[in-house]
């Protein structure tokens, strides 16, 4: 027996639905989880455990940051940043590609990330990266200077010395980039003016008569090697 009334439904073909990245961004991460005043606030708790030394405190408070302000590209460099500093390049690396993925011209993510690339001997990657820092920013010193310690290791002395004659010329009252200047310079068989521009470094930092001093470099993106040479410079320059 027919149910008097019924109609059939006419059929409705698949249409295929494409989301948009905003879209899928907010079924992964709904708006309303977001909270920026308390991120904020875990920010700034994050950075003073980090310049207090306690780099565990410091990423668990800067991871909760991110959660909660995850669009936020400063904390996401914050905490990938900070993670460099503990000695874990891998979720650094994670970190600030995420700020990237957010802000793709984002130049403190780019150097930080350079830097972190560097260090972990991902010379390609580092050199790529700074690459387009400078680029976006051809006055940020700190990309001039990591592309050279990046090209003197690959063996790309002309790079090397053009990008760290550059990052003297942009802050030539750090010592840094004039140490940069005389790797590069007794890469090319040029002791004379490694020695020259190795002077130049202590003329800003009388620490530079020390061996022991140099170990410092370490922090500044220099590897074992290169401060190995570093030596072979100083002890040149008769100190």
Same mark, same amino acid.
Request: aromatic letters at 8%; a negative charge.
């Given at each position: 027996?027919?149910?008097?009334?019924? #109609?059939? *439904? &006419?059929?409705?073909?698949?249409?295929?639905?494409? +989301?948009?990245?905003?879209? $899928?961004?907010?079924?992964?991460?709904?708006?309303?989880?977001?909270?920026?005043?308390?991120?904020?606030?875990?920010?700034?708790?994050?950075?003073?455990?980090?310049?207090?030394?306690?780099?565990?405190?410091?990423?668990?408070?800067?991871?909760?940051?991110?959660?909660?302000?995850?669009?936020? =590209?400063?904390?996401?460099?914050?905490?990938?940043?900070?993670?460099?500093?503990?000695?874990?390049?891998?979720?650094?690396?994670?970190? $600030?590609?995420?700020? !990237?993925?957010?802000?793709? *011209?984002?130049?403190?993510? +780019? /150097? @930080?990330?350079?830097?972190?690339?560097?260090?972990?001997?991902?010379?390609?990657?580092?050199?790529?990266?700074?690459?387009? @820092?400078?680029?976006?920013?051809?006055? /940020?010193?700190?990309?001039?200077?990591?592309?050279? +310690? &990046?090209?003197?290791? !690959?063996?790309?002395?002309?790079?090397?010395?053009?990008?760290?004659?550059?990052?003297?010329? !942009?802050?030539?009252?750090?010592?840094?980039?004039?140490?940069?200047?005389?790797?590069?310079?007794?890469?090319?068989?040029?002791?004379?003016?490694?020695?020259?521009?190795?002077?130049?470094?202590?003329?800003?930092?009388?620490?530079?008569?020390?061996?022991?001093?140099?170990?410092? !470099? *370490? #922090?500044?993106?220099?590897?074992? %090697? #290169?401060? %190995?040479?570093?030596?072979?410079?100083?002890? =040149?320059?008769?100190?």
């Amino acid at each position: 027996m027919a149910l008097a009334g019924c #109609q059939r *439904e &006419a059929a409705v073909p698949w249409q295929k639905t494409t +989301l948009s990245l905003e879209a $899928l961004e907010n079924l992964t991460y709904p708006p309303f989880l977001v909270d920026m005043q308390t991120a904020s606030r875990y920010r700034q708790e994050g950075l003073a455990f980090r310049q207090q030394g306690d780099f565990e405190r410091a990423i668990a408070t800067l991871k909760i940051a991110a959660a909660l302000d995850p669009r936020n =590209a400063e904390g996401q460099v914050l905490l990938g940043w900070t993670q460099h500093l503990a000695g874990y390049p891998v979720p650094a690396v994670d970190a $600030l590609q995420t700020a !990237l993925t957010y802000n793709p *011209e984002y130049v403190p993510a +780019l /150097n @930080a990330l350079g830097i972190v690339y560097l260090v972990d001997g991902q010379l390609e990657a580092a050199v790529d990266t700074h690459t387009l @820092a400078a680029s976006l920013e051809p006055d /940020n010193e700190i990309a001039h200077y990591n592309l050279s +310690l &990046a090209y003197q290791r !690959l063996g790309q002395i002309e790079q090397a010395i053009a990008q760290a004659l550059t990052a003297t010329e !942009l802050e030539p009252s750090n010592p840094h980039p004039w140490v940069a200047l005389a790797l590069a310079y007794w890469s090319a068989k040029d002791s004379a003016e490694a020695v020259a521009n190795y002077r130049q470094a202590l003329a800003l930092d009388g620490r530079y008569t020390s061996r022991e001093y140099l170990n410092h !470099l *370490e #922090q500044a993106g220099f590897s074992a %090697e #290169q401060i %190995e040479t570093t030596e072979a410079i100083r002890q =040149a320059a008769g100190l």
